[in-house]
C-alpha cells in the first residue's frame, strides 16, 4: 500500500483538517474540488510536495485512478454510489463519512471479491458515535449475567452548537437546508420498552443534564436498527434506545416559528426559510464553535441502577479550525491509515467494531488533543 495514491474529494468545511494532515504527513494525496481556490485555501500552512490539485470532474477522477488507491469522498451522499462504482471498475478503496445506502450495501460482494474496502460512517456522526456504542457494549457485556433480567438504558446524543448562546440558540457552519430537511424526518425509537413513531422530531423533545449543564434533545431518524448494529443480544430489556440531537437549553422555544414553517414548507418555501437563516444566524469567520457527543448506556435492576457507563466529547474550535471540521475529518485520516495498513475489512462496512481497532482510533484522538472522557457509576451525573 506504500505506492497508494489518496483521492480526496471536495474541500469544503468539514474536510480542512484531514486534508492538511494527510498533507503533513507526506502522503501521496490529490485534492478534487469543483472550484480551485477553494482547494488551495484549505491546504494553507503545509508544502505541496506529495500533493496536486486539480478540478472535479467525475470521467477525469475515474481517469486517474489506480488499482488499490484510496478515495475519500465527502461529496454529498447522493453521488457516493457513482463515486463507488468508479472504485470497483478502476479496483480502489473508499471512505465517506456519510450514512451507509441501500445503494452502496448492493456492492458489499463486488467489493468484497476484489478486496476492496469501502468504509462508510467514520465522521463524527456517524463515526465516532459508533465506536463509543461498542466500546460500551463490549464493556457491559464482562458485566452482565445471562441470568439477570436488567432494563437497559441507551442513550446517544450529538449537536454541533454555538460556543456563546445566541437568543436564537443555534448558529449555522453552512447553509441550514439539511438542518431544516433533517425536522422533517420521521423517527423512530423505544421509550418505555416500546417502538415509538414521531413524525415531527421536535415534538418528542425531551431535557438531558450532562455534568450540570442542561440541552434539549429529539430523536434522530430510525435508532431501532442500531440495537442490533452495537450488539444488543436479543434477550435483552430495552427500556430506552435512542440516537438524537442535542441542543442548548431553549432551542425549541427559540424555533417555535421555524418548527411551524417547517411542519408545512413546500421545498420552494424551504429553500427561502433556509436563506433567511443562513443570512441572520450564520457564525462569524472568527467565531468558535462546539461539539458536544454523549454516549451512555445505563443498566438497571427495578429503579435501582446497578451499572452505568459513558463517554462524552466536548471540544470547542480554535483558530485553525472549528470544532465540527476536526471531529469529522480527521476520523477519516484514521479508517484512510486503517486501508492503507491492511486492517480494514474487505466489502462494504461502517466504523469500526473491533475493539482492538477502537482502542487504536481513541489513542489517536487522544494524540490530536481532542479528549474522551469516560465515567463508570450510577451518581446520577447524567439523566
Known amino acids: 500500500m506504500s505506492k497508494s495514491r489518496i483521492h480526496w474529494l471536495g474541500a469544503g468545511l468539514s474536510s480542512g483538517p484531514g ?18 481556490s477553494k482547494a488551495h485555501a484549505a491546504l494553507r500552512g503545509i508544502e505541496h510536495t506529495n500533493l496536486d490539485v486539480r478540478e472535479l470532474k467525475i470521467d477525469a477522477l475515474k481517469a486517474a485512478l489506480n488499482p488499490r488507491d484510496i478515495v475519500v469522498s465527502m461529496l454529498p451522499a447522493d453521488m457516493h ?9 478502476r479496483g480502489c478503496h473508499l471512505v ?13 460482494n463486488a467489493a468484497e471479491a476484489k478486496g476492496l474496502s469501502f468504509v462508510n460512517e467514520v465522521g463524527l456522526d456517524p463515526g465516532l458515535d459508533h465506536l463509543l456504542a461498542h466500546a460500551l457494549v463490549a464493556k457491559y457485556r464482562v458485566f452482565h449475567s445471562p441470568s439477570e433480567n436488567l432494563r437497559l438504558v441507551f442513550r446517544s446524543y450529538c449537536g454541533g ?10 448558529k449555522f457552519s453552512w447553509s441550514p437546508i439539511g438542518v431544516l430537511r433533517a425536522l422533517q424526518n420521521p423517527a423512530t425509537f423505544i421509550k418505555d420498552g416500546v417502538v415509538r413513531h414521531v413524525g415531527q422530531p421536535w415534538k418528542e423533545l425531551s431535557s438531558f ?46 424555533w417555535k416559528d421555524i418548527f411551524d414553517q417547517v411542519e408545512h414548507a413546500t ?19 472568527d467565531e468558535a464553535d462546539r461539539v458536544v457527543l454523549f454516549v451512555g448506556l445505563e443498566a438497571f ?5 446497578i451499572w452505568q457507563r459513558s463517554y462524552k466529547i466536548d471540544e470547542v474550535g480554535n483558530d485553525d479550525d472549528s470544532a465540527m471540521a476536526r471531529l469529522v475529518s480527521i476520523p477519516v485520516t484514521f479508517a484512510v491509515d486503517m486501508i492503507a495498513e491492511g486492517r480494514a475489512v474487505p466489502g462494504v462496512s461502517t466504523a469500526p467494531r473491533d475493539l482492538d481497532e477502537i482502542r487504536l482510533w481513541l489513542k489517536q484522538l487522544d494524540a490530536e488533543g481532542v479528549k474522551v472522557i469516560e465515567q463508570e457509576s450510577c451518581d446520577g451525573h447524567w439523566r
Open 267 to 285: 421545498p420552494e418555501t424551504l429553500e427561502a426559510l433556509s436563506d433567511e437563516l443562513w443570512e441572520k444566524y450564520a457564525f462569524e469567520e
Open 209 to 254: 443534564t450532562l455534568d450540570g449543564e442542561e440541552f434539549e434533545v429529539y430523536p434522530n431518524r430510525n435508532s431501532l436498527p442500531y440495537v442490533k448494529e452495537y450488539g444488543f443480544d436479543l434477550d435483552w430489556m430495552v427500556d430506552f434506545f435512542a440516537r438524537s440531537t442535542l441542543r442548548l437549553k431553549g432551542w425549541a422555544k427559540a
Open 301 to 305: 435492576e427495578g429503579d435501582k441502577c
Open 81 to 89: 454510489p457513482e463515486i463507488a462504482k468508479g472504485c470497483l471498475e
Open 96 to 108: 465517506t463519512t456519510s450514512y451507509l445506502s441501500d445503494s452502496m450495501k448492493a456492492m458489499h
Open 161 to 170: 452548537l454555538s460556543r456563546v448562546p445566541n437568543d436564537f440558540r443555534y
Open 19 to 36: 486534508i492538511r494532515k494527510l498533507a503533513n504527513l507526506g502522503k501521496s494525496m490529490t485534492l478534487w474540488n469543483r472550484t480551485i
